[in-house]
């Protein structure tokens, strides 16, 4: 018989200066580093980009700091892999794209083992559950992205620490030709017949996806 696969969904949360403003449909931040480009504004503390000149001035900065670390973007979920080269030929800025099969808690653990060095990253895309325990440690940077305003209240942090970025809807996948019979429901799932056969996407632990399933 074939595995059943629980597909769960993921939610992306806002951050990273360089990141979101530039134009990467991104998740949850953690600080920027501070760059040093002909600008009295320090991008990795400032919570919106009209507060420190505008879309050009934080291109510019961005270019002079010349890379954009990003990590668990697997290139093809959420046109992630168009995303990314579209957005490194149009403001030539390198993407460095780590673990891009990872979790949600493996960005966390970056965060908190690579901050201060060249690895650290500057945008996460993560489940819900694990953005509110990153900014409950402290490890997100507040950043209000241009469209603020249009974002429901309830899908994002009043402070600017993440945002609803894209959502799905949990969903059972199953080989129709080894599965029988076909499940028609999460509560069908519990039938005998699916026994030894029923997998989830992932450890619940550490993968948004597999947790919310």
């Avoid at 794209?97 to 493996?106: F, H, I, R, V």
């Avoid at 603020?148 to 080989?175: F, V």
Wanted: one cysteine or more; a negative charge.
């Amino acid at each position: 018989m074939g595995k059943i696969t629980s597909l769960g969904w993921t939610l992306g949360i806002a951050g990273s200066s360089l990141a979101i403003a530039a134009g990467v449909a991104p998740a949850s931040s953690a600080s920027v580093r501070p760059v040093t480009a002909a600008s009295s504004c320090d991008w990795a503390t400032v919570t919106s980009v009209a507060s420190c000149g505008g879309m050009s001035a934080l291109v510019k900065a961005a270019q002079a700091e010349g890379q954009l670390n990003v990590i668990t973007l697997p290139p093809n979920w959420a046109n992630y892999g168009t995303l990314m080269s579209e957005f490194q030929a149009k403001y030539h800025i390198k993407i460095n794209d780590a673990d891009p099969e990872g979790s949600s808690q493996d960005e966390i653990n970056a965060v908190i083992h690579e901050k201060g060095t060249s690895k650290e990253p500057d945008v996460l895309d993560m489940g819900p559950s694990f953005a509110l325990e990153g900014a409950s440690q402290g490890l997100l940077a507040p950043y209000k992205v241009t469209e603020w305003s249009e974002i429901p209240g309830n899908e994002k942090a009043a402070n600017g620490d993440w945002y609803y970025d894209y959502g799905g809807y949990i969903s059972i996948g199953y080989n129709a030709g080894a599965v029988k019979p076909a499940p028609t429901s999460f509560k069908s799932l519990s039938n005998p017949a699916y026994k030894g056969d029923i997998a989830l996407d992932g450890n619940p632990t550490e993968a948004g996806a597999a947790f919310a399933a």
